[in-house]
């Protein structure tokens, strides 16, 4: 690891502990509703290989990914008891992968569950799979009259034993929208089609409304990753840490230009740093001028343009000797959360989460042995 530490310009350090401590939180909250977890998007950019099995050893046996591919990258990872589900839907082609594997398509569309029943009668065996609705997203899934037409359909069932029917909401992150009770009570008709099918409707902002939205189970996602979802949780356990080298430090006088456009110009004279940090780091290039870095509770603003590799900050009210090249500053941590970020960058926590850390050496903490993993899921 040394080798790789001294050409690392950042750092981001992703905590299993705090991820399987913010499972139990949002499973104990729910029960008895299940608690499956999303792992999309490489487990919203975190690392799905290092996040799935944390989460199947904190109990969690329902895995939701977007696409095949992300199925195929955990499955080995995991127990023969999980369950791992495309929401994505069944692309054309991945048919035959997704049934050698035992994973579960979400079927979205009526095309969908002919190319996948097709397959159960070609094997001439059924094949489960998970079935969506949609309920006022108008973003995928089943509408009333497909899902009526299906459930109308003995042999349907006989082919394809459903698992799970599962609905989205649009606006769950906002408690007092009254879309969420009506998606709630049009879902309510749709799933009363395939009365014996467990349910299910709530993301993280979902499993914090009120009972009625938890079902049979829920799939929360950026929850798990330190995110609090809406204001009806509770503060959730800070997941990742980002940290970013300083490159060079420089003293610059008044008037001075800084960056890209020298947008910035210095006030007065200002001791700047340069980090190794820049938006092809996932950083986003909206913090330049406004954004911060941070070292020991004092912030230290960004000055000027966010590069592609780098960014500068302005060290003025530090101690002169506080800092020195080579030195890492905190861009997430406890002084600034994914949060904060995306507030200052005009985006939200998901998309700052899932862009970080492709050329950052990452660090994963609060990995657990098979022993201690058998007492936490008994207790
Ligand atoms: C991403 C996703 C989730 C998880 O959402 P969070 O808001 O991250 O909890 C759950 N269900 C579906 C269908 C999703 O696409």
């Given amino acids: 690891m040394s080798g790789h530490f001294k050409t690392a310009f950042s750092r981001l350090t992703v905590d299993l502990g705090a991820i399987r401590a913010n499972y139990r939180a949002v499973a104990s909250h729910v029960a008895p509703a299940a608690c499956g977890a999303a792992i999309k998007a490489d487990a919203y950019g975190l690392g799905a290989r290092d996040v799935a099995p944390a989460l199947y050893n904190a109990g969690c046996r329902v895995f939701f990914v977007a696409q095949l591919s992300e199925a195929l990258n955990v499955t080995d990872t995991l127990g023969k008891d999980a369950e791992i589900v495309i929401l994505n839907g069944l692309e054309p082609g991945a048919e035959a992968a997704c049934a050698a594997h035992g994973f579960l398509p979400v079927l979205n569309a009526l095309s969908q569950v002919a190319r996948w029943r097709g397959l159960a009668r070609a094997k001439g065996r059924p094949l489960p799979a998970v079935l969506q609705v949609d309920s006022g997203m108008s973003r995928l899934g089943l509408d009333a009259t497909a899902a009526a037409s299906l459930a109308a359909d003995p042999a349907f069932a006989r082919d394809v034993p459903l698992r799970l029917v599962m609905t989205h909401l649009a606006c ?17 008709e749709l799933r009363s089609l395939f009365a014996a099918v467990p349910a299910s409707i709530a993301n993280s902002g979902g499993a914090f409304l009120s009972t009625a939205f938890h079902c049979d189970l829920v799939r929360p996602g950026i929850a798990l990753y330190g995110v609090q979802p809406n204001s009806r949780s509770a503060p959730m356990h800070p997941v990742v840490r980002l940290d970013a080298r300083i490159l060079q430090i420089r003293d610059v006088e008044a008037g001075v230009g800084v960056g890209y456009g020298l947008d910035y110009a210095a006030p007065s004279r200002r001791r700047l740093a340069t980090l190794g940090i820049g938006y092809a780091d996932g950083w986003p290039r909206s913090l330049g001028d406004t954004g911060s870095a941070w070292h020991a509770g004092q912030r230290l603003p960004i000055v000027g343009r966010v590069s592609m ?7 003025t009210a530090l101690a002169p000797d506080a800092l020195a090249e080579g030195d890492f500053v905190e861009l997430l941590g406890p002084s600034q959360s994914l949060a904060d970020v995306a507030h200052d960058a005009g985006t939200i926590a998901y998309e700052i989460l899932t862009r970080l850390g492709t050329r950052s050496e990452r660090i994963v903490i609060g990995h657990q042995t098979a022993a201690a993993a058998t007492l936490e899921i008994a207790k």
């Fill in 172 to 188: 769950a992150d906002e408690p007092g929208r009254a879309a969420n009770a009506e998606q709630r009570a049009r879902f309510q």
């Fill in 309 to 315: 590799d780098s960014m500068t900050v302005d060290l």
